[in-house]
């Protein structure tokens, strides 16, 4: 499962990253943040137009908003 495909509110770690999907500069900008293998995220939001663009995670006590290209590059196990 993708985090992109996560339900609202379930719990998840990412179990891995296709970090060839993002451009390094975008890849450097998640990692700052702690996402990255191991983290525990949930989705809090989606947006509301067409492609359901952008998805804000919640990530620790931050509130983080992905690019749905970013979210699907990222696998994820529910908790």
């Known amino acids: 499962m993708t985090l992109d495909t996560l ?3 379930a719990e998840a770690e990412i179990t891995s990253v296709d970090w060839d ?4 500069e975008e ?5 700052a943040l ?5 983290a525990h995220v ?7 137009f067409l492609g359901r663009d952008p998805i804000a995670i919640t990530i620790g006590r931050m509130t983080v908003a992905l ?3 970013h979210a ?3 696998s994820v196990r529910a908790l």
């Open 72 to 74: 699907k590059a990222m």
């Open 67 to 69: 690019r749905r290209v």
């Open 21 to 24: 999907q993002l451009a390094p």
């Open 42 to 48: 949930a989705i809090a939001n989606r947006g509301i």
């Open 7 to 9: 339900q609202p509110l």
């Open 27 to 31: 890849a450097k900008r998640l990692r």
């Open 34 to 38: 702690g996402i990255d293998v191991g």
